[in-house]
């Protein structure tokens, strides 16, 4: 398997400008998280997705922010409009509910940079 | 409120020498307890889990850890560390709903 895929692995954009981050997760995963990793913040959960359903948005931190699954192996993270704060690295991870459960298989992730 | 705190942001370490990375985590219920590593430049990886049974848990590149009830704490240790584990370390802990908490990271820097 391939693994989780993320696209693309680097972005840059200007501030106010539509940024969409793509995500594939792990073939047969009903599982998916997005996270976001920052020096000041570390590793935060944005949300994730139980079969395609958003499960737990509350990490996502405004309105700006949304995210979609329109079907078991795509999911994309739409920040619209960017700002420089929220240039960081955003991950993508998948895991299954049974057999390895308890294991998340993280993307290599994409890496934003708002100017 | 549900955390996981790592002790240590930085440990510079010595080639050969053992390393032990901290993790408590606050809970009052059954949690499941994770270290993961971040290789430079990459995403993260599973080193090893403790779901239950023995308070041991054997992980991958020679990584153990210990689960302890009465002290909330699953510190990760390695006898003898090689350059190649120079790398960020994470403790996450899962509880109900599936979600993972994950602590700020400790920084492995082993020097030849």
């Known amino acids: 398997d391939a693994g989780v895929i993320q696209s693309p692995r680097h972005e840059v954009t200007e501030m106010g400008q539509e940024v969409t981050l793509r995500c594939k997760p792990i073939s047969g995963h009903d599982y998916l998280f997005w996270y976001r990793q920052t020096m000041m913040r570390g590793l935060e959960l944005l949300i994730y997705?139980?079969?395609?359903?958003?499960?737990?948005d509350s990490g996502m931190p405004e309105d700006r922010f949304s995210a979609k699954m329109p079907n078991a192996s795509f999911s994309t993270l739409k920040i619209q409009p960017s700002e420089p704060r929220d240039s960081a690295v955003y991950f993508c991870?998948?895991?299954?509910?049974?057999?390895?459960?308890?294991?998340?298989?993280f993307g290599p992730g994409t890496r934003l940079t708002v100017l | 409120a549900q955390s996981v705190t790592q002790l240590d942001s930085q440990v510079p370490v010595f080639e050969e020498a053992p390393v032990e990375l901290r993790c408590n985590y606050s809970s009052s219920v059954s949690v499941y307890l994770f270290w993961y590593v971040q290789y430079p430049n990459q995403g993260l990886q599973l080193l090893l889990k403790?779901?239950?049974?023995?308070?041991l848990v054997k992980g991958i590149n020679g990584f153990e850890a210990e689960f302890n009830k009465s002290q909330t704490s699953f510190h990760l240790r390695k006898p003898s560390v090689h350059i190649s584990d120079t790398a960020e370390y994470f403790c996450a802990v899962r509880y109900q709903g599936g979600k993972l908490i994950f602590g700020q990271g400790t920084e492995l820097s082993v020097k030849p």
């Open positions: 991870a998948s895991r299954l509910t049974s057999g390895d459960a308890d294991t998340q298989y």
């Open positions: 997705f139980n079969n395609n359903v958003p499960i737990d």
């Open positions: 403790y779901l239950s049974g023995s308070t």
